[in-house]
């Protein structure tokens, strides 16, 4: 089946620095990249959805110069959160969708990185 | 608006049978998808409904009914591990996942 990588698993930061977590499609080409946040007993929240070569596309109240997205390939996009607080401390989720945009394929997701920031 | 309603959580016995609701209004229809998370992990798919009717795999059904804004998530032959949320998500008619809440599903010996 299809695999999504995430990198790191867990991350323990210092305030204001930078992090970058990583999510790769092992084996299909993931035309769209979501990112996701989740706080502790809470669902899922969109961040941002991420197409490979364009700018991403955030979701109302997320900062996009706090949270950096890149897909420049079709198996590789990066969540990098600038100037990290405690407050963004949380469970960072990516998933991907293979196949053309509009294809209700179900979402593969990596398996999260536990950010804290100290 | 956009809303998705399941119950927050539900406790059922090992060997039981428990169905899990979900009632929608979004802005179109593209499929229903069922995904199980286990505390501190990615959610993982379990199931697509996009036409009426009931979907079986295994111990897990899923069912559709379009007209009503309804499916529900029927886990036969409960199993500790079945212990998890179960989060109920709708693509709405721009391709866009808009997740429930999720319910908590806590299962007794």
């Known amino acids: 089946g299809a695999v999504v990588s995430q990198h790191p698993s867990w991350v323990i930061c210092k305030s204001g620095t930078s992090v970058k977590i990583e999510c790769r499609s092992l084996d299909f080409q993931a035309t769209t990249m979501f990112w996701y946040r989740q706080f502790p007993k809470q669902s899922l929240m969109l961040m941002a959805t991420?197409?490979?070569?364009?700018?991403?596309?955030?979701e109302q109240g997320v900062e996009k110069d706090k949270f950096l997205i890149n897909h420049a390939s079709l198996t590789l996009s990066t969540l990098t959160v600038t100037s990290a607080h405690p407050e963004d401390s949380s469970f960072y989720i990516c998933?991907?969708?293979?196949?053309?945009?509009?294809?209700?394929?179900?979402?593969?997701f990596g398996n999260g990185t536990r950010l804290t920031v100290t | 608006g956009q809303n998705i309603d399941q119950p927050t959580e539900m406790t059922a016995t090992e060997g039981a049978i428990v169905q899990i609701n979900c009632t929608y209004q979004?802005?179109?229809?593209?499929?229903l998808f069922w995904y199980q998370q286990h505390a501190g992990e990615a959610p993982t798919f379990l199931s697509y409904n996009v036409l009426d009717g009931l979907e079986e795999k295994g111990r897990f059904s899923s069912f559709l009914s379009r007209s009503k804004g309804y499916s529900y998530l029927l886990l036969k032959e409960l199993q500790m591990k079945d212990s998890a949320s179960y989060l109920c998500?709708?693509?709405?008619?721009?391709?866009?996942?808009?997740w429930g809440a999720g319910t908590k599903l806590i299962i007794k010996p």
């Open positions: 979004t802005s179109g229809f593209n499929g």
């Open positions: 998500a709708i693509m709405d008619s721009n391709y866009q996942l808009i």
């Open positions: 998933s991907a969708r293979g196949g053309l945009t509009g294809d209700a394929s179900p979402l593969h």
């Open positions: 991420s197409n490979e070569g364009s700018k991403a596309t955030y």
